[in-house]
């Protein structure tokens, strides 16, 4: 049976060419913007710092319904390098549009492809970057479509926000192939081995809804302005965090889903024990202590 997902998919590209170029979500209009050395080079990426201490990454590709290019890629992790390595960035929002997240991969680019040539070349492996590289929290506010590679990259995040009627799916078995960047793992540890495989048996897609009722999102939002507010709103409240101790966090959180409960504990157990020598864990034991508020140093 075909999937739905592209099968709707297919209608919104018949009208791409009625689309008018994206704007930046509507809360980050005022926002200004976030310079880095290679901003000027991208052609479908949108970096700016609405909140104190936030960084907005938004794929900005509106008439592929921010369809996931390798141009596209290379230019967010880019961005997302940019982000990771400016110390007063603390946390990050990375979104598309109101009708797209991101479409999927670009289908037109992968489907010349030979085995040989993607084997080589490491095919679609760079998309995992931001997972590896990217120490701040990241969170996906997600609207509209987040289809096949569009929704690896937002199982990708650390924290996924969406709205009510955005639409997952890993569709990859109607064109006769399956999940290549993570969907097949993240998505089983997500919602358990047996709605990962009906899932991504059949291409079905779930919506916004469904996603926060398995444990996909974290929360889903009635429109697009409340999900971006609540996104850029906990963002703001990571970002007056440690940040010694939020990358912590963070890094425990992940290993729970590379380890066994035994080694993670032990693991998060050192962790633990090695940020008594941070500066910051004695500010805030000393100032809960003296019922003030904290004032991190970030070491």
Not at 90 to 112: N, Q
């Amino acid at each position: 049976m075909r999937s739905v997902a592209f099968n709707s998919l297919r209608g919104l590209s018949r009208a791409g060419s009625r689309f008018q170029p994206a704007t930046l979500p509507r809360v980050a209009a005022a926002a200004r913007a976030y310079s880095t050395p290679a901003e000027n080079k991208y052609e479908f990426i949108q970096v700016s710092e609405p909140r104190q201490a936030v960084g907005l990454v938004t794929i900005n590709r509106p008439k592929a319904l921010n369809a996931l290019s390798t141009q596209v890629i290379s230019e967010l992790n880019a961005a997302l390098l940019s982000l990771q390595q400016a110390p007063e960035i603390r946390s990050i929002v990375l979104t598309g549009s109101e009708r797209a997240f991101a479409a999927g991969a670009d289908i037109k680019e992968m489907a010349p492809l030979t085995f040989s040539k993607a084997y080589l070349e490491s095919f679609i492996e760079s998309w995992s970057n931001l997972t590896f590289t990217i120490k701040k929290p990241i969170i996906a506010a997600v609207s509209g479509h987040a289809l096949g590679g569009g929704c690896e990259l937002a199982l990708m995040a650390d924290i996924i926000y969406c709205t009510k009627k955005a639409n997952f799916a890993q569709p990859e078995i109607t064109l006769g192939t399956i999940p290549g960047a993570g969907g097949s793992q993240r998505l089983t540890r997500a919602v358990g081995k047996s709605k990962a495989m009906e899932l991504i048996l059949t291409g079905n897609n779930f919506s916004g809804e469904e996603a926060e009722r398995w444990g996909v999102a974290a929360k889903a939002f009635e429109s697009y302005d409340e999900l971006m507010e609540g996104a850029l709103k906990t963002a703001e409240k990571i970002a007056k965090h440690s940040k010694v101790a939020v990358q912590a966090a963070k890094e425990v959180v992940n290993k729970s889903q590379e380890l066994g409960l035994r080694d993670g504990v032990d693991y998060e157990r050192r962790v633990f024990h090695a940020l008594f020598g941070s500066q910051d864990q004695k500010i805030g034991m000393k100032a809960f202590a003296e019922k003030k508020s904290p004032e991190w140093v970030h070491e």
